[in-house]
């Protein structure tokens, strides 16, 4: 029953939560229903939180370390705040999608498996600036950084 109602819900979204899809995406998970997508959702903007993390007359009286962890504690903090919804949802609906990762330090959430009617509904929240198929990038190994340096020198 649940799966129904979050199924209707996320036929009718609006442009603006439409919007926070990457088109890529959209077009994957409206060409196939039952397609299982790695995704990134980036949530609210930290830099706001960042600003307001120590008051800067306090800032001053603070030594390095201090002033990173305070940072690190207000990131941590708007983290929190920001990405309950995106738990309950998942809570929710955990049948939905494999596996999550919450990333405090650039509050998003990465979701793998997530099914087409998740990320619709991901999209439907107001913290939630933004959700791409997931980009994996590989690190060259230490042989290939010492041929690319070689073809280098020598070319």
């Not at 939560?17 to 994957?28: F, I, P, R």
């Not at 997508?37 to 001053?60: F, G, I, M, N, Y």
């Not at 950084?145 to 070319?155: C, D, K, R, W, Y």
């Amino acid at each position: 029953m649940a799966l129904l109602v979050l199924a209707a819900a996320t036929m009718a979204l609006c442009a603006s939560d439409e919007a926070k899809v990457s088109v890529d995406l959209l077009q994957t998970v409206r060409s196939d229903s039952n397609a299982r997508v790695d995704v990134l959702v980036q949530l609210t903007s930290p830099s706001q939180a960042l600003q307001d993390s120590c008051d800067r007359s306090d800032s001053e009286a603070l030594d390095h370390g201090q002033r990173a962890s305070c940072v690190a504690e207000s990131l941590q903090k708007f983290a929190e705040e920001t990405q309950q919804p995106v738990k309950d949802l998942l809570d929710q609906h955990n049948g939905l999608y494999d596996s999550s990762t919450f990333l405090w330090i650039s509050n998003s959430v990465a979701v793998k498996g997530a099914c087409g009617e998740l990320v619709m509904a991901l999209a439907q929240l107001d913290t939630v600036e933004k959700i791409e198929t997931e980009q994996v990038f590989m690190a060259p190994t230490d042989g290939e950084i010492f041929a690319a340096e070689s073809t280098q020198l020598n070319g």
